[in-house]
Nanobody, 129 residues
């Protein structure tokens, strides 16, 4: 079954860092735009960052700009989200999504998830002292 797998989440103190990974085993991520979303309890899934295929342009939500960095390693078929200076409000489940065309920072309601080609199962990030 084609799928994305996120890893790297965990519990970290405010000001700390985590690096999330998004990997695929059945297809090459190099041909896809990769989007990172997060979903806090009671809220909709919001775009955090994305990286395009080909030229690798990167985009960030204002709330994470200057703290998060998205990158891809095509040799490892993995996309990373380096998260520094973490804040309690960054606490959420983080998802990656692959799409041939979409590289967006929008809010995605549950009934619109189909718009992206592939999703991962999510990884929990908790920022707390």
């Amino acid at each position: 079954q084609v799928q994305l797998v996120e890893s790297g989440g965990g519990l970290v103190q405010p000001g700390g860092s985590l690096r999330l990974s998004c990997a695929a085993s059945e297809f090459s991520l190099a041909y896809y735009a990769i989007n990172w979303f997060r979903q806090a309890p009671g809220k909709e899934r919001e775009g955090v960052s994305c990286i395009t295929s080909g030229d690798g342009n990167t985009y960030y939500a204002d709330s994470v700009k200057g703290r998060f960095t998205i990158s891809r390693d095509n040799a490892k078929n993995t996309v990373y989200l380096q998260m520094n200076s973490l804040k309690p409000e960054d606490t959420a489940v983080y998802f990656c999504a692959a799409d041939l065309y979409r590289c967006t920072l929008t809010v995605v309601p549950e009934n619109n998830l189909y718009q992206y080609d592939y999703w991962g199962q999510g990884t929990q990030v908790t920022v707390s002292s």
